[in-house]
């Protein structure tokens, strides 16, 4: 934030000023159908926590399904040249934490940020020693962490880091990871589409993702994760929504002054236009690295990738969303939502029927063609 | 707005209640890069004037490519159940008044909102007397009386009409016309996607278009029109990015609180994933019709759409904004940009470059087939 001084978060700004009916009338538009406010535990705890229900009416012949999904942002817990092993404990061991106060607050489905366990090194283009923060996404060290306590809380997991392939060449992948509610591997989803700006060098690490568009089916519903710089790409989130997703999480890492006004756009159209709910997780600090890089922006060579602004939410296929987490402190977001408003709002809207996916399928085909001409229409 | 009088904006809250630096924080990130107000000459009018530049930087190579677009929103000047002539007389009347005003403020590009030289009837499911709005979209009189207007100022016009297909058995269809600034006839766009909800019985009138996606090529960029229901589809906007369009108007007619809190999102993400400016233009005012009807929603029978919320803006290919035109009154939306950042920032984000477009229709075209099996991961 060019100028300005990191603050806690739009909606702090908005409540402190504005009062009564002014205050119900801008929530209304800028966030959509209120949310209520759910019981918080006294846990002990080193992180914000918020928590909400998304109210949705009930049906006759379907029971509510519903699911409570965690959201949690946090700074890396050493400064980033810490050891790779030093790092990677102090993760764990705020990622217990975290998971316990889930746990307590009857999370489902639990979902870290984009490459949780380590820095988001990506910006220093070097290769050492970040690649060595890459593990197995089936047989890790991250992964056989996170099972036992998956099966232990009765939650699904979803875990976001850099994949190692050993079984393929030893290639790297930015990956999520899903661990099912008994502790048991369901499987990956590799990132689709790898930016190419600013800081994030990540193509100098990866490659676009070969693993589709999984759904995964979880007694807590069918979820997908469209990984960071994805939620920029319509068609990646339409894509879930065709493999029949209820819930998509975007676990990301982003920073800066051009990013942070699309952060409450993107996702929250994701849900509008595709009848699921949307969890957008963000970073959150200031990372700071040994050596000194550049940006690619011709300012001088600097030490950190700039304030990742925190700011996690929740969207609902009928548009609304929740507050957002802090833009500096560690959180977790705790929502509950229930899953037959995806069908409700589908059947209310009509987004889906009235698609015309056929002359979209034509179109996309012919758009590849060397021919290609533009439908352009001129005197 | 259930419970709450109709007020004039967001904005107008925002700024009566927010301060310096406070106030900045909150409109850089709900609205992105400052906009620059533009200096409104002293008119005779009966509406609302705001008038913006969007700043975007210079390039070595290519000449600044400021265009200047003019969004109307306005209510019906006449009560609904007026004689169609009538009606039409008045609605050519202030149409008059708003482009000569524009045409003051060297208006390049003018747009009217969807259906706008008639009440928004379809809510009725009344086919008489509304059908004989329709008019032919090259010969019609709404047609030709704007043709002279364009040439008179140099002014490409966007015309959103009930259409007459008199060559095509008289059938009726929701499209928009484009004038030239020479005052020719350059072609029309049919809305691609029609609604089937609530008061918006439109497919009870016309079927879904049948003229693709054109981009008419003016002397002031690339424009091409995506009309009302059109905006909740991102393959609609999709299509017109493929085909070149550097602008895309939206014109809408839309009331409700479940609708409201999407207005701000959609056209916004379309502007930010396609890398073109989109101008969302609604209709204002609340239109009260003869007899009554029902909405489909369990309550009683009554005469009225309900309140369109007006709040016309236009949304820049980095995210920025400009402030809405009132929720309540007619106005004019005056916008200055630079075609230049369309390309400016598909170079920066490389959304097209990443979009993968191949996956994709491979995807659609066998999400199509009989046999789609969704790709789901379960135990």
Redesign the interface.
């Known amino acids: 934030?060019s100028g300005?001084k990191e603050?806690q978060s739009?909606e702090s700004?908005?409540k402190k000023?504005?009062l009564g009916?002014?205050y119900?009338?801008?929530r209304?538009?800028?966030?959509?159908?209120p949310v209520v406010n759910l019981e918080i535990p006294s846990i002990p705890k080193n992180f914000d926590i918020q928590a909400y229900s998304i109210p949705c009416p009930e049906e006759q012949l379907r029971k509510p399904r519903l699911v409570r999904v965690g959201l949690f942002q946090h700074q890396i817990p050493l400064p980033a040249p810490s050891k790779v092993q030093d790092m990677k404990e102090a993760m764990f061991k705020m990622a217990r934490e975290a998971l316990d106060a889930a746990a307590a607050m009857n999370v489902n489905v639990f979902c870290f940020q984009e490459a949780w366990n380590m820095p988001f090194a990506f910006c220093t283009r070097e290769k050492y020693p970040w690649c060595e923060y890459a593990e197995s996404a089936q047989n890790g060290p991250t992964t056989t962490f996170l099972q036992k306590i998956a099966e232990q809380h009765n939650m699904v997991i979803i875990s976001p880091i850099l994949e190692r392939d050993e079984i393929n060449s030893d290639t790297l992948w930015n990956a999520a990871v899903?661990i099912?509610n008994h502790g048991?591997y369901?499987?990956k989803h590799r990132k689709?589409?790898?930016?190419?700006?600013g800081d994030f060098n990540e193509s100098t690490y990866y490659f676009?993702g070969n693993t589709?568009?999984?759904?995964?089916?979880t007694e807590f519903g069918?979820v997908a994760i469209n990984i960071c710089?994805g939620r920029?790409?319509?068609?990646n989130?339409?894509?879930f929504e065709?493999?029949?997703a209820e819930i998509v999480f975007n676990p990301s890492a982003t920073v800066g002054?051009?990013s942070?006004?699309?952060?409450?756009?993107?996702c929250?159209?994701a849900a509008?236009?595709n009848g699921y709910f949307t969890c957008a997780i963000n970073r959150v600090g200031t990372e700071v690295f040994e050596n000194e890089f550049t940006s690619g922006n011709g300012k001088p060579a600097h030490k950190d990738f700039g304030h990742f602004y925190g700011s996690s939410y929740v969207a609902a296929p009928?548009?609304?969303r929740t507050p957002g987490l802090s833009r500096i402190n560690n959180g977790l977001l705790v929502v509950e939502i229930d899953l037959n408003m995806c069908r409700q709002v589908k059947d209310?809207?009509?987004?889906q029927?009235?698609?015309?996916?056929?002359?979209?399928?034509d179109?996309?085909?012919k758009?590849?063609a060397p021919d290609f001409k533009?439908?352009?229409?001129?005197?």
Do not use: C
């Open positions: 934030m300005l603050f739009v700004i908005l000023n504005l009916e002014e119900e009338k801008i209304q538009i800028l966030y959509g159908r899903v099912d048991d369901l499987g689709n589409h790898i930016p190419r700006v676009e589709g568009h999984p759904v995964f089916q069918k710089y920029h790409h319509p068609l989130w339409l894509a065709l493999n029949g002054d051009l942070e006004p699309l952060w409450g756009i993107e929250r159209n509008i236009a009928n548009g609304s209310h809207w009509g987004f029927m009235t698609q015309r996916l056929d002359m979209y399928a179109l996309l085909s758009v590849l533009p439908q352009i229409i001129k005197k």
